[in-house]
């Protein structure tokens, strides 16, 4: 078979977890594929290492690069399959086409994006669900999308651990403290985390961790940051914006807790590194990031500034240290969706 794989992801020097999940599930897929003798191509804006055993094809067009380059390209190609790791397919495309659904956050808490990209990603995964095959990370994922889009072939295909290495560098900011790692957005409740930190640092001056932040600007960024200008003890709550992968990693080996209050996720690539650190956190108690974390770690019901108060007060105090989780390879996770992508309905 021919199979088409969307590399346009591998892209962002500034990688969210959405994309950063197709650099780590491509390489793999790729080699299943082609040791199963498949041919691959991979359509990307640009040519990456990580592609090693496809052909490539590249486009740079900046606007509407997956409808009027990915498909319509992957026609003319005569893909088999086309298979697209981030949420959203082309409208023109191959008959046989697949899309990894990582959430359906848009619909289950829509104020947290913009009207645009409500519409965009509500359009686009109920295109999806009708008339493509469909994967997710979790049974609880597959449920919220058959209830909101109907039943479809939808498939569940959990994530694999991460390892955080060895890599050593010196931390920007001084330690001990607290990470929360993901974009800084409405969705991940970082308004609230900023809220009850200043308020426990009120309550117990003791206290010398610092809370750090590691993330891109996202939907609702400018409402946080006002907050955190207005908040008492803004100089221990640094914002320090994207960290790359090394960075990141050894922010994780170092902290003494990582902190996750999203309302709404997927999955979580960051439990699955604080895992292999052994790093001890708290987070919403959502079933996808249960599912990520384990059944070792503080799991948080409710998202008000109280609540997260005495959450973090407990991790400081009683740090719970999470099991490691190495038995699942990224190459299991490639094995099963080349097996989704490569079967032939009779």
């Not at 920007?172 to 969705?187: N, S």
Request: with cysteine.
């Amino acid at each position: 078979m021919h199979i088409g794989i969307d590399g346009s992801r591998c892209e962002s020097t500034r990688a969210t977890g959405v994309e950063r999940y197709s650099c780590l599930v491509i390489p793999p897929l790729i080699n299943s594929l082609v040791s199963a003798g498949h041919r691959v191509t991979v359509y990307a804006k640009n040519n990456n290492d990580i592609f090693c055993g496809a052909e490539v094809k590249t486009s740079t067009r900046k606007h509407f690069w997956s409808q009027l380059f990915l498909g319509p390209r992957a026609i003319i190609d005569k893909v088999d399959e086309l298979f697209v790791p981030a949420h959203v397919l082309p409208f023109i495309r191959p008959k046989n086409s697949s899309v990894f659904l990582h959430d359906v956050c848009f619909e289950e808490y829509p104020l947290s994006y913009s009207f645009a990209s409500r519409w965009y990603l509500r359009i686009t995964a109920s295109n999806s669900v009708r008339n493509s095959k469909v994967f997710t990370h979790s049974h609880y994922t597959k449920n919220k999308i058959t209830q909101t889009f109907g039943s479809g072939e939808i498939f569940v295909i959990p994530p694999a651990a991460i390892s955080v290495g060895n890599f050593r560098q010196q931390l920007p900011w001084t330690k001990p403290y607290l990470v929360c790692v993901g974009r800084i957005e409405t969705k991940k409740n970082i308004l609230t985390l900023i809220k009850a930190y200043d308020q426990l640092l009120d309550e117990d001056p003791s206290i010398k961790h610092s809370l750090v932040f590691l993330g891109s600007n996202g939907y609702g960024a400018q409402e946080i940051t006002e907050a955190w200008k207005k908040t008492k003890h803004s100089g221990k709550i640094v914002f320090f914006g994207y960290a790359d992968e090394k960075l990141k990693a050894q922010a994780l080996r170092e902290a003494s807790g990582l902190l996750l209050p999203s309302i709404c996720e997927g999955t979580s690539l960051v439990l699955l590194e604080a895992r292999d650190a052994r790093l001890p956190f708290a987070a919403s108690n959502c079933v996808p990031i249960k599912e990520a974390g384990g059944q070792r770690g503080i799991y948080v019901n409710g998202n008000d500034q109280e609540t997260w108060k005495n959450v973090v007060k407990n991790l400081l105090q009683k740090p719970i240290v999470p099991e490691s989780n190495t038995a699942r390879k990224w190459e299991d996770v490639a094995r099963e969706i080349a097996e989704v992508l490569t079967t032939v309905k009779k």
